[in-house]
Nanobody, 121 residues
Framework: QVQLVESGGGLVQAGGSLRLSCAAS?????MAWFRQAPGKEREIVAR????????AYADSVKDRFTISRDNAKNTVYLQMNSLKPEDTAVYYC?????????????????WGQGTQVTVSS
C-alpha cells in the first residue's frame, strides 16, 4: 500500500502563490490533485502521467496552476500562482497504480490526508 503525504498548504493573500508537494512511499503512475471546499463536491484540479508528458487542468485553474513530478523522489508538485479566494479548499493528492488516465476520483487507488489552502481577499 502506497502512502501519500501532502505538504505546503497555508494562508496566502489573493494574488499570491503556494507550492504543494505530495511525497509517495512507493511507485505510482497517474498522479492528481483534487480539492474540496466546504459545502462543495470534490473536484479534480490537475493530473499528470507517469512520464510527465501528459497533463490536464480544470478550466478554473488553467494558466495559473502547474503540476509536475520528480519520479526519482516519488514526489508530485502543484505550483499555484495568482491565487483567488475561490481556490480556498482542502487539497488532496491522489495516485493510481495502473496508469489509468482519468478525472474520476473513484478510480484512484491512493489518497493523502489533505492540506488546507486558504486564500484571503
Amino acid at each position: 500500500q502506497v502512502q501519500l503525504v501532502e505538504s505546503g498548504g497555508g494562508l496566502v493573500q489573493a494574488g499570491g502563490s503556494l507550492r504543494l508537494s505530495c511525497a509517495a512511499s512507493g511507485r505510482t503512475f497517474t498522479m492528481a490533485w483534487f480539492r474540496q471546499a466546504p459545502g462543495k463536491e470534490r473536484e479534480i484540479v490537475a493530473r499528470i502521467s507517469w512520464r510527465g508528458d501528459m497533463t490536464a487542468y480544470a478550466d478554473s485553474v488553467k494558466d495559473r496552476f502547474t503540476i509536475s513530478r520528480d519520479n526519482a523522489k516519488n514526489t508530485v508538485y502543484l505550483q499555484m500562482n495568482s491565487l483567488k479566494p475561490e481556490d480556498t479548499a482542502v487539497y488532496y493528492c491522489a495516485g493510481d497504480k495502473s496508469g489509468t488516465w482519468t478525472r474520476n476520483g473513484n478510480l484512484y487507488d491512493y489518497w493523502g490526508q489533505g492540506t488546507q489552502v486558504t486564500v484571503s481577499s
